[in-house]
């Protein structure tokens, strides 16, 4: 095995919290990039792709262990990495070529030196003709080229991008993926590496010579596998679709280990969160998924629809879904025990049927008892409620434990969702201008068991 480019040896990210809790957002984990590959790295929102990303490159540091670079440990920003973002990031007051040029003019590169270099970049991705347009002039996918071509001007050894395509619209975002294929197989790249984060599955197996997928809350490594398929990749391959259903269903059961079928990950096995016990503790307040209670029925109604039984897969695509549009709502529906996960596929259980078939009102009573039954954070909201006299206690009682365990963004996005279902199920209530969660037969700060209106 060679020396690799790149090298993360238990690296860690967490945030210290006012007591002796800690917040942690990537688990222990080892990962390596070497040459001649491109890396693309999967997984759930919240589970830490982005920072990992920024300490790879150096632009954020790790809470514990070390990032190395040709084997000499990284304090600061990497000089021979270029990132491209999602959203462009290109100066609206400079031309195209001013654009690609402004890293080189910050490096002390002579203007001749790097007009003649940003030329070169410019005709390579395609854009040749458009030197002197101005961002406001160009599509979302010739200011993504713009984007490519600054990075790849500087001559990176190593090239991060984070989910380059996803604001790009379906058409135009095949198309950058070919182009980025040719550039790199035909070696016009100055690169010696990719390394490419990603929520979209077809995308990772299309582009990948290695892909690693990791698990959330904490962020830690779940599988780390090489690809077994020659480009150009067809996705209609029986071996593509084992693979991408492989993908899924270590994305869909986090619980549960999974092994890619014939030739498996590059370990032989799936790779766990590395080396410490911290890595698999599980949260005290299981993570809620951010889907609303509509979303949750309408998903249900189309697995009826569907005979009961559908690959997650194939009913994103169907739906011209992104995975991570479609999983939060299928793990919603798995969590309140609508919904069984095997094997990549979703299938309706008696109690999810028994909901799709019933009015309004039933399904509400459906909806209520599963929560009380699986949702461990809905159930000790309503009983702190009916513990207090008033039935009613303020937004930062919740927030204030939870922070303990989550972000300050996930706390807020855990407490928008309970109030979502809580409100369907009618356990609870919310007052947003007051802040107070309140049982639906009461007023924040009203007496008990006074009707608003009424004399005493």
């Given at each position: 095995m060679p020396d690799p480019l790149i090298e993360a040896r238990q690296v860690e990210k967490f945030y210290d919290q006012p007591s002796d809790n800690r917040i942690q957002v990537i688990a222990p984990l080892d990962l390596a990039i070497y040459s001649g590959e491109i890396l693309t790295l999967l997984g759930p929102s919240g589970s830490g792709k982005s920072t990992l990303l920024r300490i790879l490159?150096?632009?954020?540091p790790a809470s514990s262990g070390q990032v190395l670079w040709h084997g000499s440990p990284v304090n600061g920003p990497c000089e021979n990495v270029s990132i491209v973002f999602q959203s462009f990031a290109l100066f609206p007051w400079l031309t195209v070529i001013e654009n690609v040029e402004a890293p080189l003019k910050a490096r002390g590169i002579s203007p001749g030196g790097r007009f003649a270099r940003s030329l070169r970049v410019l005709d390579a991705v395609g854009l040749d003709g458009f030197e002197n347009a101005y961002p406001k002039e160009?599509?979302?996918?010739?200011?993504?080229?713009?984007?490519?071509?600054?990075?790849?001007?500087?001559e990176p050894e190593v090239l991060f991008m984070d989910e380059p395509f996803s604001s790009l619209d379906v058409l135009t975002a095949e198309n950058l993926r070919s182009e980025l294929l040719e550039l790199w197989e035909d070696k016009k790249m100055p690169t010696r590496a990719v390394f490419i984060v990603t929520h979209n599955i077809e995308e990772a197996v299309l582009l990948g010579d290695r892909i690693v997928v990791l698990g959330k809350n904490p962020g830690r490594i779940r599988t780390?596998?090489?690809?077994?398929?020659?480009?150009?990749?067809?996705?209609?391959?029986?071996?593509?679709?084992?693979?991408?259903?492989?993908i899924y269903q270590v994305l869909t059961q986090p619980d549960t280990d999974h092994v890619l079928p014939a030739t498996g990950p590059a370990s032989g096995s799936p790779q766990p969160a590395s080396g410490s016990p911290q890595s698999d503790r599980r949260p005290k307040y299981p993570m809620l998924p951010h889907a609303r209670t509509g979303g949750i029925a309408g998903f249900l109604e189309i697995l009826a629809d569907h005979n009961g039984r559908e690959d997650v897969y194939r009913l994103a695509d169907l739906l011209s879904f992104e995975i991570d549009d479609l999983l939060p709502i299928v793990e919603g529906a798995a969590l309140l025990g609508f919904v069984k996960l095997t094997e990549g596929d979703a299938e309706i259980t008696p109690a999810g049927l028994e909901f799709t078939h019933a009015d309004i009102l039933r399904q509400k009573e459906l909806f209520r008892n599963a929560a009380l039954e699986h949702v461990a954070l809905l159930k000790q909201i309503k009983s702190?409620?009916?513990?207090?006299?008033?039935?009613?206690?303020?937004?930062?009682f919740f927030h204030d434990i939870l922070d303990e365990?989550?972000?300050?963004?996930?706390?807020?996005?855990?407490?928008?969702?309970?109030?979502?279902?809580?409100?369907?199920?009618?356990?609870?209530?919310?007052?947003?201008?007051?802040?107070?969660?309140?049982?639906?037969?009461?007023?924040?700060?009203?007496?008990?068991?006074?009707?608003?209106?009424?004399?005493?």
């Amino acid at each position: 095995m060679p020396d690799p480019l790149i090298e993360a040896r238990q690296v860690e990210k967490f945030y210290d919290q006012p007591s002796d809790n800690r917040i942690q957002v990537i688990a222990p984990l080892d990962l390596a990039i070497y040459s001649g590959e491109i890396l693309t790295l999967l997984g759930p929102s919240g589970s830490g792709k982005s920072t990992l990303l920024r300490i790879l490159t150096g632009l954020s540091p790790a809470s514990s262990g070390q990032v190395l670079w040709h084997g000499s440990p990284v304090n600061g920003p990497c000089e021979n990495v270029s990132i491209v973002f999602q959203s462009f990031a290109l100066f609206p007051w400079l031309t195209v070529i001013e654009n690609v040029e402004a890293p080189l003019k910050a490096r002390g590169i002579s203007p001749g030196g790097r007009f003649a270099r940003s030329l070169r970049v410019l005709d390579a991705v395609g854009l040749d003709g458009f030197e002197n347009a101005y961002p406001k002039e160009l599509s979302g996918g010739m200011k993504q080229r713009v984007g490519f071509a600054r990075a790849l001007v500087v001559e990176p050894e190593v090239l991060f991008m984070d989910e380059p395509f996803s604001s790009l619209d379906v058409l135009t975002a095949e198309n950058l993926r070919s182009e980025l294929l040719e550039l790199w197989e035909d070696k016009k790249m100055p690169t010696r590496a990719v390394f490419i984060v990603t929520h979209n599955i077809e995308e990772a197996v299309l582009l990948g010579d290695r892909i690693v997928v990791l698990g959330k809350n904490p962020g830690r490594i779940r599988t780390d596998f090489r690809v077994d398929l020659p480009r150009p990749r067809d996705r209609k391959h029986p071996r593509f679709t084992r693979i991408v259903d492989y993908i899924y269903q270590v994305l869909t059961q986090p619980d549960t280990d999974h092994v890619l079928p014939a030739t498996g990950p590059a370990s032989g096995s799936p790779q766990p969160a590395s080396g410490s016990p911290q890595s698999d503790r599980r949260p005290k307040y299981p993570m809620l998924p951010h889907a609303r209670t509509g979303g949750i029925a309408g998903f249900l109604e189309i697995l009826a629809d569907h005979n009961g039984r559908e690959d997650v897969y194939r009913l994103a695509d169907l739906l011209s879904f992104e995975i991570d549009d479609l999983l939060p709502i299928v793990e919603g529906a798995a969590l309140l025990g609508f919904v069984k996960l095997t094997e990549g596929d979703a299938e309706i259980t008696p109690a999810g049927l028994e909901f799709t078939h019933a009015d309004i009102l039933r399904q509400k009573e459906l909806f209520r008892n599963a929560a009380l039954e699986h949702v461990a954070l809905l159930k000790q909201i309503k009983s702190a409620l009916e513990s207090k006299s008033d039935h009613t206690l303020s937004d930062e009682f919740f927030h204030d434990i939870l922070d303990e365990h989550f972000s300050e963004e996930e706390t807020v996005r855990q407490l928008e969702t309970a109030i979502n279902w809580g409100r369907y199920a009618e356990l609870f209530d919310h007052d947003s201008e007051r802040k107070r969660f309140f049982l639906p037969e009461e007023t924040p700060g009203d007496p008990p068991n006074v009707e608003v209106g009424t004399e005493t």
